[in-house]
């Protein structure tokens, strides 16, 4: 078993150093007390393992608003046994009053502090929500933009598809336009020739019986 006698320095009393030396106690096998002194200083007596006493003194040896330990000067030793628990050593009555009103002054100041810096966290909160609304509106915006371009283009598109349809129904009239004047075309040239055949079969009908009546007469031909 180890001992140490330490002295805190710095900002130590009237912030409720001694009762975070005594919680820090709790669950620890851990004997002795602490006390303020008339410098102003913190002393702390403490006997235990000695991890444990290492443990303890890490836990201490703060700097957390509003306790600011400036300077820790540890003397070791070995244990007396001479404490059964740990206990806070009080002053006289009007000396700890003080300090209990000091540190609840102290205590309200920070929550003071605390709530301002809660309500500037809802203030900055309600900025980003600001603008993160203001973000949505544009996007918003934005899409029914886009949505009203592939609009107009739908209709470009239903447009240019029936524009699509047209052009192939005078394209189907065209052909049969076509079809129906090769198909005449066709038909005229096989009226056109069964007409020429049929014309000089006359015209050699006639050239043969002129030719007769020229060779009966004595002209030959």
């Known amino acids: 078993m180890k001992r140490?006698?330490?002295?805190?320095?710095g900002r130590v009393q009237r912030v409720g150093y001694r009762d975070h030396?005594?919680?820090?106690?709790?669950?620890?096998?851990?004997?002795?007390?602490?006390?303020?002194?008339?410098?102003?200083?913190?002393?702390?007596?403490?006997?235990?393992?000695?991890?444990e006493l290492l443990d303890f003194i890490s836990k201490i040896n703060i700097v957390r608003r509003p306790i600011a330990v400036k300077s820790f000067t540890v003397q070791w030793g070995?244990?007396?046994g001479e404490y059964a628990d740990f206990e806070i050593i009080r002053g006289d009555l009007q000396e700890e009053t003080f300090e209990r009103m000091d540190y609840a002054g102290k205590v309200l100041h920070s929550m003071d502090m605390k709530l301002d810096q809660s309500l500037q966290l809802q203030h900055a909160m309600l900025g980003k929500q600001d603008q993160s609304l203001k973000?949505?509106?544009t996007m918003l915006d934005k899409q029914d933009q886009m949505l009203?371009?592939?609009?107009?283009?739908?209709?470009?598109?239903?447009?240019?598809?029936?524009l699509q349809h047209m052009m192939l129904e005078k394209q189907d009239?065209?052909?049969?336009?076509?079809?129906?004047?090769?198909e005449e075309?066709?038909?005229?040239r096989k009226d056109t020739g069964k007409y020429l055949d049929d014309e000089f079969k006359e015209i050699k009908k006639e050239l043969a019986s002129i030719k007769g009546a020229l060779a009966r007469a004595g002209i030959q031909v």
């Open 78 to 80: 070995e244990a007396t």
């Open 21 to 51: 030396i005594y919680n820090e106690t709790f669950e620890r096998d851990i004997s002795g007390y602490v006390k303020n002194l008339e410098t102003g200083e913190v002393e702390i007596v403490a006997e235990g393992g000695e991890q």
């Open 173 to 182: 009239q065209s052909l049969q336009i076509g079809i129906e004047t090769k």
């Open 148 to 162: 009203e371009k592939q609009d107009r283009m739908l209709d470009k598109q239903d447009q240019s598809l029936q």
């Open 4 to 9: 140490f006698v330490a002295t805190a320095r």
């Open 135 to 137: 973000l949505q509106h």
């Open 185 to 188: 075309i066709t038909g005229l």
